[in-house]
């Protein structure tokens, strides 16, 4: 197990010793910022398109719930008719 952990630290140390630090490009910075700026200008336009949607949603929800409660105010009321007393 140690000869294992000792050819694993190796492998590590080459890797580290071959390593060498680099600078991001020039101009990164700008095209970070032009990407994330044009990404939230094409998505801007998609939630415009769901907006009819929800529109008819809220048509539809509010024509079931409105339509039972108007049949329900407008349904005649049951009187009961009795005939006059005779004495």
Known sequence: ???????????????????????????????????ISSTAEVSRPRTWHWRPVWMLAAAALLAVIAIPVAFKLTRPTNAVVRPPRCR
């Open 1 to 35: 197990m140690n000869d294992k952990n000792g050819r694993l630290d190796s492998l590590i140390d080459h890797a580290l010793a071959s390593y060498t630090p680099q600078e991001a490009r020039p101009g990164l910075e700008k095209r970070v910022l032009a990407s």
